[in-house]
């Protein structure tokens, strides 16, 4: 099966403006998690969606939202983007709620 | 509220032998534990993971051992290759209970070294 993938792998946003990442699960796979890395926090989870509900939130402000697609691929989207949400964003899928798979991340700078 | 935590940040180790990896939990809900093995800017890859009701699982080099009563848990990687060199992080989750749903909480990780 192929694995998690992302898209964009890089981007680069100016503050205020609006970013959305992709996120395509491993064929099979129903549940959707988002996390946020960064040096200083580490890995943060942002939400969990399955079924194109969302199931579960992190301690994120609103900016940060996600959905889902009846196809289970999924996406994130921040808004009023700050210096501070530069980071990697990873998605992760999985099979009910076992072993989350990670894609590759994509890589956000805001300046 | 640090629930996970890997209180050494980095471990070198000479290849051929035993590399240990500890991570600690504060949250008696965890019944589910992982880890993973990542090198910068790339996605977590899964390595090994154990149901609370295991006390070890074993797959190939790598073994994982929980100890609940100390909530503790360590990986054990043997023997050290110098390809396994990357941050280990480790992760819980409390699979019980809708506000834990797809979950994970990671520990900051431990860079490890292997020495040729």
């Known amino acids: 099966k192929a694995g998690v993938t992302q898209t964009p792998r890089y981007l680069i946003k100016t503050r205020g403006q609006q970013v959305t990442l992709s996120c395509s699960p491993i064929s099979g796979h129903r549940s959707v998690s988002w996390y946020q890395q960064t040096p200083g926090q580490g890995l943060q989870f942002l939400f969990e969606y399955f079924s194109e509900t969302q199931r579960n939130k992190g301690n994120f402000p609103g900016r940060f939202s996600g959905r889902q697609f009846s196809n289970s691929r999924s996406e994130m989207n921040v808004s009023t983007l700050e210096l501070g949400d530069s980071a990697l964003y990873l998605c992760?899928?999985?099979?009910?709620?076992?072993?989350?798979?990670f894609g590759p991340g994509t890589r956000l700078l805001v300046l | 509220d640090q629930q996970v935590k890997q209180n050494s940040p980095s471990l070198s180790v000479q290849e051929g032998r035993i590399s240990i990896l500890n991570c600690d939990y504060t949250?008696?809900?965890?019944?589910?534990f992982l880890w993973y093995k990542k090198y910068p800017a790339e996605g977590p890859t899964f390595l090994i993971s154990i149901s609370s009701i295991k006390d070890k699982n074993e797959d190939g080099r790598f073994t994982v051992f929980l100890n609940k009563s100390a909530k503790h848990l360590s990986l054990h990687i043997v023997p050290s290759q110098p390809g396994d060199s990357a941050v280990y992080f480790c992760a819980a989750s409390a699979r019980k209970g809708s506000s834990n749903t797809g979950k994970l909480i990671f520990g900051q990780g431990t860079t490890l070294q292997v020495k040729p």
């Open positions: 992760a899928s999985s099979d009910l709620q076992e072993t989350q798979y």
């Open positions: 949250n008696s809900m965890f019944d589910y």
